[in-house]
């Protein structure tokens, strides 16, 4: 079974066993429609019932079920939120999650192969990090926007992306 990571504990808050919790999610409020999440490492997880969630700043404040005081809370500080992926909620046409983009190959419809998807910067505009590969153009890593202007095709059963890029965008 496939987990997906959502957040991580970062902090007790408060004396009544609640957790802070670091989203790392796009959708913070679902936090606040779960009734259970997995919760451990990659190697184990436990499941925890949410009594409690609200959303405090950049945060989630969750109170779990069995947890009621802030030493019973502090054991799980850096403990992994996970979710399956039944979970997952369901995204609008040409959005993807980062873990589907990472390792495609990114392919130039006039320079040809140009390497794969290292890793996603997300922010007011996202960011591809691209490792080249053997005979492309790039010498080193570089950056491509993701805004349909250059990004032409993502097939994710191929795992391929189509780009349309102007020259020298790696140098």
Request: net charge negative; glycine share 8%; aromatic share 10%.
């Amino acid at each position: 079974m496939r987990l997906y990571t959502i957040g991580k504990i970062v902090s007790t808050h408060g004396l009544k066993g609640e957790v802070k919790v670091y989203p790392e999610t796009s959708f913070p409020e679902r936090f606040l429609e779960m009734e259970r999440v997995l919760l451990g490492d990659e190697s184990y997880q436990d499941v925890y019932v949410i009594e409690s969630a609200r959303i405090q700043k950049n945060a989630v404040i969750l109170g779990f079920r069995g947890i009621s005081d802030s030493q019973a809370a502090e054991a799980l500080i850096g403990k992994t939120l996970f979710i399956t992926e039944d979970e997952l909620y369901e995204l609008p046409e040409d959005h993807f999650y980062v873990f589907d983009l990472i390792g495609l190959l990114v392919i130039d419809e006039k320079f040809g192969e140009l390497g794969t998807i290292k890793d996603v910067v997300q922010g007011a505009q996202d960011l591809y990090v691209i490792t080249p590969s053997a005979g492309s153009p790039a010498s080193e890593e570089f950056y491509i926007p993701a805004v349909k202007a250059l990004v032409k095709e993502v097939d994710l059963e191929n795992r391929k992306m189509l780009v349309d890029l102007p020259e020298g965008l790696w140098d």
